[in-house]
């Protein structure tokens, strides 16, 4: 029989974060695979795990993924582990499931820490629903679209964001999204944890007197713009415009009532209505 796949949730600061679930089952898997060696090595350490650890990681995700996958079809129990919070969340987990999925291999997820929801639900604002988009792009180009299509999402809005990008990304977010209400928290669970609340410009005027540190979750209300509303093209004149590509006039008729859902003797007497002018 395969083995088991566990999605095992480590500490994102504070070691008593820690499950007895989670250690049990570090220290009961056949092996353990880490986004960050030396630092999961840390934190089985500190919990006496003697496990086996292997390397599992963005570089190495498809060549170690499928030896993984091998060891679990053989019977192997594996833990997955990133180096904070859930495996799977920004982080190539996502693509190990996938495969493990794909192969019928049991996934058991063991919940504990996450980054995104503890400072979502220490935010003050409204926690559902709400839409997690982890990291925006590195690409400014990239951002721009990314931020481009979340700008009408009907919910408060989750990101990642690493210290030395915040204040640029927070900028675009403005010049995108308007001058919303948010939160930050960081280093959450540790001795320095931190949040912020106000508006998307008051913080950036925080970080001119505290320089950022630490990793950031922003919590961005949902804005009160609606999208705008697609200029329709009257059905009359999608029938014509499919008849000039040399589609057959009944096939473009029934084609373009049925996407509109209207009638199609109708729009065949407008179209002959038309054409008898």
């Known amino acids: 029989m395969a083995g088991i796949l566990y999605l095992v949730a480590t500490p994102i600061g504070n070691l008593e974060d820690m499950t007895p679930r989670a250690i049990r089952v570090l220290a009961e898997a056949d092996l353990i695979a880490a986004e960050d060696t030396r630092h999961t090595l840390k934190l089985l350490n500190h919990f006496d795990i003697k496990s086996k650890l292997i390397s599992y990681h963005e570089h190495n995700k498809e060549k170690q993924g499928l030896g993984i996958i091998k060891d679990l079809l053989e019977g192997k129990n594996v833990a997955l582990v990133s180096d904070a919070g859930f495996p799977g969340i920004s982080d190539p987990g996502e693509l190990l499931v996938k495969d493990a999925v794909a192969e019928g291999i049991t996934v058991v997820p063991v919940p504990g820490a996450n980054a995104a929801l503890t400072a979502l639900v220490a935010s003050g604002l409204v926690a559902s629903p709400f839409f997690f988009g982890g990291f925006l792009p590195k690409s400014k180009k990239n951002r721009k679209e990314q931020l481009e299509l979340w700008k009408y999402i009907p919910a408060t809005i989750v990101l990642y964001e690493a210290p030395h990008?915040?204040?640029?990304?927070?900028?675009?977010?403005?010049?995108?999204?308007?001058?919303?209400?948010?939160?930050?928290?960081?280093?959450?669970?540790?001795?320095?944890?931190?949040?912020?609340?106000?508006?998307?410009?008051?913080?950036?005027?925080?970080?001119?007197?505290?320089?950022?540190?630490?990793?950031?979750?922003?919590?961005?209300?949902?804005?009160?713009?609606?999208?705008?509303?697609?200029?329709?093209?009257?059905?009359?004149?999608?029938?014509?415009?499919l008849i000039e590509t040399g589609m057959d006039k009944k096939t473009a008729l029934v084609k373009v009532a049925k996407e509109n859902k209207i009638s199609k003797r109708e729009l065949y007497n407008r179209l002959i209505a038309e054409e008898g002018v």
């Open 165 to 241: 990008r915040v204040e640029e990304v927070l900028k675009e977010i403005k010049d995108c999204w308007g001058n919303r209400k948010m939160v930050f928290g960081r280093e959450l669970t540790k001795l320095h944890e931190e949040f912020f609340r106000g508006s998307i410009s008051e913080c950036l005027e925080h970080f001119k007197e505290q320089n950022p540190r630490g990793e950031f979750v922003l919590i961005i209300e949902e804005g009160s713009e609606s999208p705008p509303e697609e200029e329709k093209i009257d059905p009359l004149e999608q029938v014509k415009q």
